[in-house]
Each structure stands twice: as C-alpha cells, then as structure tokens.
C-alpha cells in the first residue's frame, strides 16, 4: 500500500494527562486512531521524564502499528529517544533553527501560533505546520486568550504549509471552525475527555469530510 503524506491529516489527537477516568492512555488513543485521528501528540504537562519516556515509548509502539504519525510536545530528547515523527513547540520554547538542527530535516516540526504574524515566521523558518489557536477559549490552555475564527479567516487565507485549528474545539462548534476555512481540526478534551473517543473522532472525521465536499 501506497504510504499516505502525513500532510493529508485531518483530524489530531493530543493526549492530556488528566483526561481518562478509569481508562488507559494507549486505550484512549487507539480508539482515537481507530475512529480516524490520523496523527497523534503527546502533550503531558506535568508528567516526570520518566512517564513520559514510559508514554512515549507505549504511544510509538501505538502509532507505528497505525502508521500514524507521532508528535511529541517540547520534550524534543524524548522525541529523539523514542524515534518519534517529530516534536512540537510554542512561541516561547526551543527556537525552531535549533530544533531543525537536532532533529534534522525529516522530522516534522510544529509551532503554536496565536496570530498571522507568528504563522508566517514560522513559515519562513522551516516549520512543517502550524496549530492556530486558541480559537474558542479553553480549560486545556489556560491564561491564552481565544483567538477567535477571525485568525482562522487569517490563516486560510495567507498560510501556505499545513495548519491546524486547535482550542476549545468540541463537535458543537466544529462547523463554525470549518466554514471560517480551516480544514484540519485538533482537539484534546473533546476527543480524550469523552467516553468515546472513537464515535466522536468518527464525528469530527464526518464533519470534515462534509466541508470538504462543500456539503
Ligand atoms: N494549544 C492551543 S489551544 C490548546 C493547545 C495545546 C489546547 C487545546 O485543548 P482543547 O481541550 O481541545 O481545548
Ligand atoms: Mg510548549
């Protein structure tokens, strides 16, 4: 089978610690992979370097047997430890030319955006993608004021390398994100916090699908 370009991705998945009631991470994720995140991020805010290692290692094994592309959030030597895809940063971590530098031109690099300006300096820098948000407010990034579907706007306009809606993003306003331009959605509470991670993934995947046909 042809190999998919992890550009193509619609839907990503980011874990959140604290997320799981009764359930496990690897579950968790699997039944997102399995409803159709088609790239996955391990973002662990308070975790010690061992549980992530430990985390890490578990969500590679995971996502390899998907072939899913698998990010890891800031800690760029558990993403080289654990043979990750690559490694997301926001504005105020490791500078992207140093991370380039580490993790050398294959990996897949993303940056946090909050507005247009941050988008195309990322984009002049070398990023492979941008999250762009938060677009609604949300309990997941606390103190980050919502950027609204206005930077949405922004960034289907100007941005030309993948960029994904991030924030505050649940099924109920999925199609408000999508008609403001926005062609991949990422969300953590909605998809980790849910009951069901694999209907809902299944959702966003419908929803879309359906902006893309112009439905
Ligand atoms: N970056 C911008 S908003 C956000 C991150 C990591 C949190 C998104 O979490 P949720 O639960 O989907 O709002
Ligand atoms: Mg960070």
Same mark, same amino acid.
Request: with cysteine; net charge negative; hydrophobic share 45%.
């Given at each position: ?46 975790? =010690? ?14 996502t390899a047997r998907y072939g899913v592309p ?41 940056? =946090? ?46 941005? =030309? ?10 099924l109920a306003n999925a199609d408000e ?39």
């Amino acid at each position: 089978m042809e190999k998919r370009d992890w550009r193509d991705f619609k839907l990503y998945a980011i874990t959140a610690a604290n997320y799981h009631p009764g359930r496990g991470l690897l579950e968790v994720m699997e039944q997102a992979i399995l409803g159709g995140a088609d790239i996955v991020q391990l973002r662990a805010k308070d975790a =010690s370097k061992e549980e992530l290692l430990r985390d890490a290692r578990a969500l590679r094994e995971l996502t390899a047997r998907y072939g899913v592309p698998f990010i890891v959030n800031d800690h760029i030597d558990v993403a080289l430890e654990v043979g990750a895809d690559g490694a997301h940063f926001g504005q105020d971590d490791m500078p992207l030319a140093e991370a380039r530098r580490i993790l050398g031109p294959d990996a897949i690099i993303g940056i =946090s955006t909050h507005s247009l300006e941050q988008a195309l300096a990322a984009e002049r820098g070398g990023a492979d993608y941008i999250g762009v948000g938060p677009v609604f407010p949300t309990g997941t990034k606390p103190g980050r004021a919502a950027v609204t579907t206005a930077y949405v706007r922004e960034a289907a306009a100007n941005v =030309s390398i993948p960029w994904v809606a991030i924030g505050g993003i649940t099924l109920a306003n999925a199609d408000e994100v999508l008609a403001a331009g926005a062609t991949r959605l990422c969300a953590v509470s909605a998809i980790v916090g849910d009951a069901r991670p694999a209907d809902v993934c299944r959702a966003f995947r419908a929803r879309i699908d359906a902006a893309e046909r112009g439905a």
